[in-house]
C-alpha cells in the first residue's frame, strides 16, 4: 500500500522519474541485432489524445526503425479501443507515427475474440458502435445481429425515448433466429437503448417474442465483453467515461432486477491476462517473420492507465511467474516419474489454443501524457478508502496494490522507449 500511495501523491512540478538515468537517443541501432524482448504500446494516452498525435510519439519511433523502416524489435499497439477494424487502426497509427505499421501489428480489444472458436457459429448479439457486424465477422463469427437490427424486428421494446416510440401498436418485422450469447465490443452511442434490449436478451433466454422468465435462479446466455476501461483519455482535460462504465450499468441493472449477479464467459482487452497472451502471440509471430531466432523472453508493456495498462502488464507478469515455477516443479517432478509431465491444474481455457509463451516476464513503463496524473493526491484517510475510492478496475479484478506499480514512471513514450534501451542495454556494443 505504501507503494502505491507513493505514486499517487503530489510532485513537484514535473512527472516523477523512477529510473536511475535515461539513455541517450539509441540511433544508428543495426538491423542484424536480434532482440530477446518485444515492446507493448497503448495508443490512447501514449500515442495520441483523442484525435491529436502526442509530440513524443513521432520520436520515440525514429529510434525503433532502421533507415529502411524495419522495426529493431517486434511491436504490438494494444488498445483497448474496439469500434473499427485493426487495418483502419493501422493506416492511422502510420499517418501518426511516420512509420509503416501493419494490421498484423495492431490489436484491438475484440483480437482475443479469435480464440473463442465454440462461439463462432453460433447466434451472436453484438453492442457497440462502428462496423460492429464487420468486427464480428472479421473475428471469426458467422451468424450475427445488432441492437439496432433488434430493436427493428421489436419495435415496442425500446420504450424510454419518446420520440421513438412506434405511433401505433406493432408486431415483429422480421423474425429472427433465437440469440445463443451476447457479446459488448465497446460503449454503445444509445445507452438507454443497448441497455435495455441486452437485458431482455438475457432474462428471455434470447428469445425476445416471450416474457421474462421468472426464475430467480436463472442462468443467462454467455456473455463475453471486450474493454473495461472505466476512463479514457482525450483531448478534454479530464478522462471521459468508456464501456467500462457502460459494463458498471449493466451489471446494476441485471443484479436490481434479478438479485443476481451478471456473469462473463470471458473478460477482454487489458488488464486481462488472456489479452497479453494473445499480444504475446502476436510479438512471436513477429520474431519469426523476421527470421529472428533468439527467443523472446521478456515483455515491456508502457500505457498511462495505472488500472489497465499497469494492472494488466503486471498481472500477466505474475502470470508467467507462475508458469516458470510450475514448469520447475515439473521438470523436477520427472525424475521420480519418467516422462511423465503432470497437466497444469491452473492452466486456462484460453491457454490451449496458442503455443506457450517463450516470455518470462513482462514489465510496465507508465507515462505522464494520459489518465495518470502524478499531481493526484490520494485520500486523507488512505488505508480505509484507496480500494474504495481509487482502484477503477472491473469488479471481477481484485485489488492488489503491487499490482499498480510500475517499474518505471517516464514523462512520455519516447523516455520510455529510451528507458526500455537502457534496462536491456540494447544498442551498445557487445
Known amino acids: 500500500m505504501k507503494a502505491f500511495a507513493a505514486l499517487m501523491r503530489p510532485s513537484s512540478g514535473v512527472c516523477p522519474r523512477r529510473v536511475r538515468r535515461v539513455v541517450s537517443p539509441a540511433r544508428g541501432l543495426s538491423s542484424q ?27 520515440a519511433f525514429q529510434k525503433l526503425v532502421d533507415a529502411k523502416g524495419q522495426f529493431l524489435v ?32 495492431v490489436m484491438m480489444s475484440h483480437s482475443p475474440l479469435r480464440m473463442f472458436t465454440k462461439f463462432h457459429d453460433k447466434h451472436v448479439l453484438v453492442s457497440g458502435q462502428g462496423p460492429v457486424l464487420d468486427i464480428a465477422r472479421n473475428v471469426g463469427f458467422t451468424n450475427v445481429v445488432s441492437v439496432d437490427m433488434l430493436r427493428e424486428s421489436f419495435p415496442l421494446l425500446d420504450m424510454v425515448d419518446h420520440n421513438r416510440r412506434p405511433k401505433l401498436p406493432s408486431s415483429p418485422v422480421v ?40 426464475r430467480h435462479t436463472h442462468t443467462h446466455l454467455p456473455l463475453l465483453a471486450c474493454n473495461m476501461d472505466l476512463m479514457w483519455m482525450a483531448e478534454a482535460h ?31 482487452g487489458k488488464p486481462s491476462e488472456l489479452t497479453y497472451h494473445y499480444a504475446e502471440f502476436l510479438i512471436r509471430e ?88 502524478p499531481h493526484l493526491q490520494l485520500p486523507r484517510d488512505a488505508s480505509r478508502s484507496v480500494t474504495e475510492t481509487v482502484f477503477h478496475g472491473h469488479r471481477d479484478f481484485c485489488f492488489d496494490p ?13 523516455a520510455a522507449v529510451q528507458l526500455i534501451f537502457q534496462m536491456e542495454e540494447f544498442g551498445s556494443e557487445r
Open 33 to 59: 541485432s536480434e532482440p530477446g524482448f518485444g515492446l507493448l504500446f497503448d495508443i490512447d494516452g501514449v500515442l495520441v489524445r483523442g484525435k491529436t498525435p502526442i509530440p513524443a510519439a513521432k520520436r
Open 74 to 105: 517486434p511491436v504490438v499497439f494494444v488498445t483497448n479501443a474496439g469500434n473499427c477494424l485493426r487495418q483502419k487502426k493501422a493506416d492511422q497509427l502510420s499517418h501518426i507515427l511516420g512509420v509503416p505499421i501493419s494490421q498484423d501489428q
Open 175 to 214: 423474425t429472427l433466429p433465437r440469440v445463443e450469447a451476447v457479446v459488448l465490443f465497446g460503449e454503445p452511442i444509445r445507452w438507454e437503448t443497448n441497455l435495455q434490449l441486452i437485458v431482455d436478451v438475457l432474462l428471455t433466454s434470447g428469445n425476445l417474442s416471450g416474457s421474462y422468465e421468472s
Open 238 to 268: 479530464s478522462p471521459r467515461f468508456g464501456h467500462g462504465t457502460f459494463m458498471v450499468c449493466l451489471e446494476s441493472i441485471y443484479k436490481k432486477i434479478t438479485g443476481q449477479d451478471l456473469k462473463y464467459e470471458a473478460l477482454m
Open 286 to 373: 513477429q520474431a519469426s517473420e523476421r527470421g529472428w531466432r533468439q527467443p523472446i523472453t521478456a515483455l515491456y508493456a508502457v500505457g498511462d492507465n495505472l488500472m489497465t495498462d499497469i494492472y494488466g502488464a503486471n498481472l500477466y507478469n505474475r502470470y508467467l511467474e507462475r508458469r516458470v515455477a510450475r514448469a520447475g516443479r515439473a521438470v523436477a517432478n520427472m525424475g521420480a516419474a519418467a516422462g511423465a509431465v503432470p497437466r497444469d491444474s491452473e492452466d486456462n481455457g484460453w491457454e490451449t489454443e496458442l503455443a506457450a509463451p517463450s516470455a518470462t516476464s513482462c514489465k510496465s513503463i507508465l507515462v505522464c501524457t494520459g489518465v495518470y496524473n
Open 402 to 414: 503491487a499490482l499498480v506499480e510500475p517499474e518505471g514512471i517516464v514523462p512520455d513514450v519516447d
